[in-house]
């Protein structure tokens, strides 16, 4: 029988990496508010942790943006800088463990009251993330949606930080991972959180054998336009898209990115609803439909 199985993981070093180059703010998706508030409750960082952060930011730009050395060796490895080691010069290694080492009590503070929380969403998640019966109706929708045959796999889902307001996810690990900011959200919102690790499951093993090449040939290899566009069809089907609201009950989404408003939106959910209807994968006309919806909306290249 096909299935996918979640392990949900919670890894001190996972944590403690995605802390530091989240504070480095090294990449345009580090989030902003989550630093604001670790310093508001850390207090005032020295001019070495400063320049340790500046120095780590330099480090990072070096490397791939996603499923670099840096993700396996602390999210997948279990000697983290050995496995480090292997990828960085010694110049670079040193430096990493140097900044680790200086910025390991601000983090271990933060750790600390964090952990409780994690552990709590640990427990909800693993009553809840593999009802066989819902992800049997999943795969089966996005193996047609994305002309897929998923058979048994397995995705690690490693729980990290956040902020009461914000949750978020990343596939930016391995393929077989995703990551779930979720410590400080509340456990009430166990649905949309459940949406988020659909969304960030597509991007991981459904979207790649055929749909993502699909878009790269449609556009001719213009990864910008490649990139949004996939991100707008995912999003249309989870969290808060047709397979969210669907069935796990999630309230539509007013707008399904930041640059997408309230009337494209809807065009968009309805266009994959009738994809989703009708049993058919997603395909050049689908591609054209919308393009030309995002194209009225002037956005992200699209004129």
């Not at 993981?9 to 180059?21: D, R, V």
């Amino acid at each position: 029988m096909n299935t996918i199985k979640f392990n949900i993981k919670i890894s001190k070093w996972a944590n403690f990496y995605f802390f530091i180059q989240n504070l480095s703010e090294w990449h345009f998706s580090n989030r902003k508010d989550y630093n604001l508030f670790w310093r508001k409750t850390l207090g005032t960082f020295s001019t070495q942790e400063e320049d340790a952060l500046k120095r780590f930011k330099k480090i990072r730009l070096k490397y791939p943006q996603s499923k670099s050395c840096f993700e396996k060796a602390f999210f997948s490895s279990e000697n983290h800088f050995k496995e480090l080691s292997k990828t960085l010069p010694i110049e670079e290694f040193q430096a990493v463990k140097n900044i680790f080492s200086l910025l390991e009590s601000k983090f271990t503070f933060l750790y600390e009251k964090d952990l409780p929380l994690l552990n709590c969403w640990q427990e909800e998640l693993i009553k809840s993330v593999n009802n066989q019966k819902l992800t049997d109706i999943i795969l089966a929708s996005l193996n047609t949606l994305y002309k897929t045959s998923i058979q048994e796999k397995e995705i690690h889902i490693y729980l990290l930080f956040s902020i009461k307001e914000h949750t978020g996810g990343s596939a930016n690990i391995d393929n077989q991972s995703i990551g779930v900011e979720i410590s400080r959200h509340s456990l009430e919102n166990i649905k949309y959180v459940l949406g988020i690790i659909w969304h960030e499951t597509i991007h991981v093993i459904f979207q790649n054998q055929y749909f993502y090449p699909l878009l790269m040939d449609y556009f001719s290899g213009k990864q910008s336009r490649v990139d949004f566009l996939n991100e707008v069809v995912t999003a249309s089907l989870f969290p808060k898209g047709m397979l969210g609201i669907r069935l796990l009950k999630n309230k539509p989404s007013s707008k399904l990115l930041l640059d997408i408003n309230t009337k494209k939106t809807i065009e968009i959910l309805n266009l994959t609803k009738e994809y989703l209807d009708q049993n058919k994968y997603f395909n050049k006309d689908y591609i054209k439909r919308l393009s030309l919806i995002i194209k009225r909306h002037n956005s992200h290249g699209f004129v």
